[in-house]
């Protein structure tokens, strides 16, 4: 089944800037998706209108196959969790506790589900223990995992991420990864600069400059230099290690993309 897909999609602002034009997509339900480009490419934007925030100025957009209209969109959000870039547009209850609370009981759930589904969402978000911590007092990373857990403890079928390893340090990126990794069961489009983090929690990615320039794997696209170059992408230090030692040593076939690929090809050299 498909979650989501969007049949030649357009998205023009008011101000007549045109956002994104016939974009078409199909993402099966429990598929991981990297959403990659440029700035300006347009990826904030197809994850508002994937997560129904927007509703396309042309095409179709269905959701668990099921078209989203305006009669229907507040509905088909409620199948949609939404991590914000910034955290702060998303935290502003006292209390950790109340603010991954927030969705389950605007549910109307009974206070028991809402307690099981808070305490299993912040086991899973890695902040056990923060229920009485203030959201201000706590680090960007912190903040990010106590949206995470808010959006988990409404039990979404899709996850859609905005830049979510932005602005952390090299231990909350990690700490993020390491939330997000589990999380097989979910749908999940990531909007992402960071290729390194899309290689390691995506199967699939999509490189956006208004429409789709790429569909396909992180193999094919590396060799593509010509879409990389065209998106202002970089590939993540092992590849490009790799390569420089590929062309030195004179060694062709697949650029290794891991670390453990690029042990494999070493190791193999020393045979």
Not at 15 to 23: C, P, S
Not at 65 to 70: A, D, P
Not at 114 to 120: A, D, G, I, Q
Not at 190 to 217: F, M, N, P, Q, W
């Amino acid at each position: 089944m498909d979650a989501i897909r969007l049949n030649g999609v357009g998205y023009t602002y008011e101000d007549g800037a045109q956002a994104l034009r016939d974009v078409n997509l199909q993402i099966r339900a429990g598929e991981k998706v990297a959403l990659v480009g440029p700035n300006g490419a347009g990826k904030s934007t197809l994850l508002h209108i994937m997560s129904a925030l927007h509703l396309p100025t042309e095409g179709k957009l269905e959701l668990m196959e099921e078209e989203v209209t305006k009669r229907v969109a507040e509905k088909a959000r409620l199948g949609v969790g939404f991590l914000f870039q910034d955290p702060d547009d998303q935290i502003f209850m006292p209390r950790v506790w109340d603010d991954v609370a927030f969705g389950p009981v605007n549910m109307k759930l009974p206070p028991e589900e809402v307690k099981r589904r808070v305490e299993e969402a912040m086991a899973q978000a890695g902040i056990a223990g923060y229920e009485e911590r203030l959201p201000h007092h706590l680090s960007f990373g912190e903040k990010k995992r106590v949206a995470i857990a808010g959006i988990l403890a409404m039990r979404p079928q899709v996850l859609l991420l905005d830049e979510p390893t932005a602005n952390l340090d090299p231990q909350g990126r990690r700490d993020l990864v390491n939330v997000l990794m589990p999380l097989r069961d979910k749908t999940m489009v990531i909007a992402t600069h960071d290729l390194s983090v899309a290689l390691e929690l995506t199967d699939r990615v999509i490189v956006l400059k208004r429409s789709v320039l790429y569909d396909g794997s992180f193999r094919g696209l590396v060799e593509r230099p010509d879409i990389l170059s065209d998106a202002r992408l970089e590939l993540p230090s092992v590849p490009r290690l790799m390569e420089r030692w590929m062309a030195r040593a004179g060694r062709t076939g697949p650029l290794p993309l891991t670390i453990d690929e690029a042990l494999a090809m070493l190791e193999d050299r020393d045979r």
